[in-house]
């Protein structure tokens, strides 16, 4: 049986609202996207990708982690990274053929991914600190 502390807790709670924060931000049809002047930055939008997908890659680890033995963490943030970038992907046909002024962007994609390998190598980092 597992006994959830109140953090873990938390860590769903975070995971899960993460993804759906991510999920909406990436539903918003292009002409409602806000005009903040950020957008000359070059490639800023795959800085944000690279940040949410990072960010969501984390808190899931983080939440998936307490389920698991040790030994079976290591591939555990790997599967989760793979899920995040299949996610990321299937999320870019959604814009492509659901989401009004958004387009499928294979860049988008790649983003996401460095940014599910930043969220996993800083669990891992964290995660190696915290056990020793």
Known sequence: ?????????????FAILWGG???VLLCIPGNN????GLDKIPFFDKYVHIGLF???TFSWCVALF?????DAASML???VAVIIVVYGTAMEFV???LVAMRSFDITDILADAVGALLGVAIFRRLNIVASH
């Open 54 to 56: 990072a960010v969501l």
């Open 33 to 36: 996207l806000p005009e903040t």
């Open 1 to 13: 049986m597992i006994s959830y502390k109140k953090s873990h807790i938390r860590d769903w709670i």
């Open 66 to 70: 307490n389920l698991k033995r040790r």
């Open 95 to 97: 814009q492509k053929y």
């Open 77 to 79: 943030v790997f599967k």
């Open 21 to 23: 924060l991510v999920t």
